[in-house]
């Protein structure tokens, strides 16, 4: 498959008509966990999490964890069965730190699939699994504050963390600090604007405006969302070295004839058609003034056209990894 030097490999088109928090851990039970934790903010039909309310504009209830879970097999789709692709981590790493698990699902493999690896999982919400490996161990923990883990890790892990934080620079600073020396960090993450190779997405259309609403809104909360294509220069800046990025691509439907690429299509469109209003209600009604009803309206126009396959339209997504010195 030729490779596109700009936006990554093409796809063939179908022909068609047509302050310092105290880290909680999960594993101790949810009774233990402090009241204020569990009693989630209620917002337009949705929970969204109570630690450090109003950080993070999307949803935790069940259908935003059916969501990333779904996309969690997008990344292994993209990866080709893979859960990271830095060489040092696929071999095992000891102690494994995974920031923002969200469900946990990619720290609960990795655990399985490396028994003789610490795995770690923090989050703003505990919406983790009680039934999880031995060891595997999950956190309630807000990264934006000081890390307080005792112990240096060897491989940090990080995905889709776009519209997460106000400082990223602040962010992966932490990372680089929290690793030992040699020790490797893999950032996973998507590119927005929305884009396609042959022009058939319309920028002025529901679909070609939705990039453009996701940067202005995070921007309007200090969460930028297009942030991922900086992450390399970022972790450079850092010091980290032997540096790697690869680009990827989801198309948004089933529009690709590659087997592969419609298949990553399929869960791409399944994952928006779930999870398209949790996406879009926080951001938009807090940020650009829209109310519930707007919003709603919206994702019916977009959703519209995410059906339609004569639209080639994908999201990238990128993966950077790199080092930090020997010495």
Not at 29 to 49: A, D, I, K, M, P
Not at 71 to 83: D, F
Not at 143 to 160: A, I, N
Request: with cysteine; glycine share 8%.
């Amino acid at each position: 498959m030729a490779d596109n030097p700009d936006h990554g490999p093409e796809i063939a088109v179908d022909t068609f008509d047509g302050d310092s928090a105290v880290s909680v851990p999960v594993s101790d039970g949810l009774t233990s966990l402090r009241s204020s934790v569990l009693q989630y903010q209620f917002e337009n039909g949705r929970t969204y999490h109570s630690l450090s309310s109003g950080k993070y504009a999307f949803p935790n209830d069940d259908s935003e964890s059916e969501r990333l879970e779904g996309q969690h097999y997008m990344w292994l789709l993209t990866l080709e069965g893979a859960l990271t692709l830095c060489p040092y981590a696929e071999k095992g790493a000891k102690r494994v730190l995974d920031l923002g698990t969200g469900t946990g699902c990619w720290a609960i493999e990795y655990a399985d699939a490396h028994p003789e690896s610490e795995i770690t999982g923090v989050d703003l919400s505990p919406i983790q699994p009680s039934l999880i490996p031995p060891n595997c161990s999950f956190e309630v923990d807000d990264l934006e504050k000081e890390w307080t883990w005792p112990k240096p890790f060897d491989f940090l892990f990080s995905r889709v963390m776009a519209a997460c934080f106000s400082d990223y620079q602040s962010y992966i600073d932490k990372a680089y600090n929290a690793l030992e020396p040699g020790g490797w960090f893999e950032m996973q993450d998507i590119v927005i604007p929305y884009r396609s190779d042959d022009g058939t997405l319309d920028p002025d259309s529901a679909l070609g405006r939705l990039g453009g609403l996701f940067r202005d809104a995070s921007a309007a909360l200090n969460r930028p969302m297009d942030v991922a294509t900086k992450y390399k220069e970022m972790m450079e800046k850092a010091g980290f070295q032997k540096l790697v990025q690869r680009e990827f691509k989801w198309p948004l439907n089933t529009w690709p004839k590659d087997k592969r690429y419609k298949e990553i299509g399929a869960w791409t469109f399944q994952n928006y058609d779930l999870g398209l209003e949790g996406l879009t209600l926080g951001l938009f009604t807090r940020a650009l003034g829209w109310s519930r009803e707007e919003t709603l309206t919206y994702c019916a126009e977009v959703r519209k056209q995410l059906r339609d396959r004569r639209v080639h339209a994908y999201l990238p997504v990128l993966v950077v990894y790199g080092q930090k010195p020997e010495n």
